[in-house]
């Protein structure tokens, strides 16, 4: 289980803030936790009483916490049992009526603006299938390369090119490059990717990690060793430099597949699989314990690439064809 520590002070001293907290709180731990095979589908959870006095608060402020994250999907109440960590059945249930509420919410606001909800969604549809936009994605090394170009493909519907950092001065691949609607990095090489859109007259963007994702990370690096399991050695030199001021006397170990023996990570041991790893992995054990994060980017890089793909639609369109 999670060791949880108390969460930051609310921005007032409000009941609804400090629940809001508290439930962002607990959120945070248990998709870290899922994601590093810490916490497990159906694994229980902290009693109210427990964290409402590690934490300081009211327990009713952390009954209503967990309240929210059933509502997220993420916990589940039993009654005179306690809170566990969510089944993976009510994944598609959630998410449809995520979906379905965030509709509502749109196509209301929408309409509120003189807009039909035929148009809107006219519009997004366009947004995915008028155009295929594609994206150049660089980075030093296989895994975060493969990392990038899968979301974007799946979550995004660009089609990309990868593009080795060492490789973007050859003329061959600048060729490349200008044919690309998007320029995709990560933050670690924004200035050098930065430079190169200058110079194409191209746009960029710099992606992120899910905050959770390092937060989770840093937090067991102060208990244990952190295991990543990778295939490039040269993304084995960044994580261990990424990582190397939050760790005190625990580090970040990475193994590569088809090289280092993964039975020497430890059963139960914090563990982060990249895309590339567990591709290769196939069905083996260490791959079905620890659950896959479907998206790695931030909601600021998402935000963002949806703000390009919309923005790309609307400058396509006629006046006349506009919403």
Known sequence: MITLSPPPPGRDSGKAVQRQDIAEHLRTHIHSGLHLGRLAPGQRLPSTRELAARFGVDQRHVTRAYHDLVIDGLVDLRPR????????????????????????????????????????????????????????????????????????????????????LRQIGDDRIRTQLQRADLLVTTAFHRSEVRRLARELGKPYLAITVRPELLQGIEEALRSEDVYFVATDSRFAEKAV?????????????????GRDELSAIPVGASTYIMRRARQMLGDRPLAARVIAMKSVFARESRRALLAFIAEHMATERTPAETV
């Open 241 to 257: 430099s990424m990582f190397a001021a939050a760790a005190t006397s625990h580090e970040v170990r990475v193994l590569l597949v």
């Open 81 to 164: 049992s306690g809170c566990y960590v969510a089944s993976e059945r009510n994944v598609g249930s959630r998410q449809l009526r995520s979906l379905a509420q965030w509709a509502v919410n749109a196509l209301a606001g929408a309409y509120d603006a003189g807009l039909r909800p035929t148009d809107v969604a006219d519009f997004l549809r366009g947004c995915f299938t008028s155009h295929q936009l594609s994206a150049a994605c660089i980075e030093c090394n296989d895994d975060q390369l493969h990392g990038l170009s899968v979301e974007l493909e799946s979550d995004f519907g660009f089609t990309t090119t990868r593009v080795p």
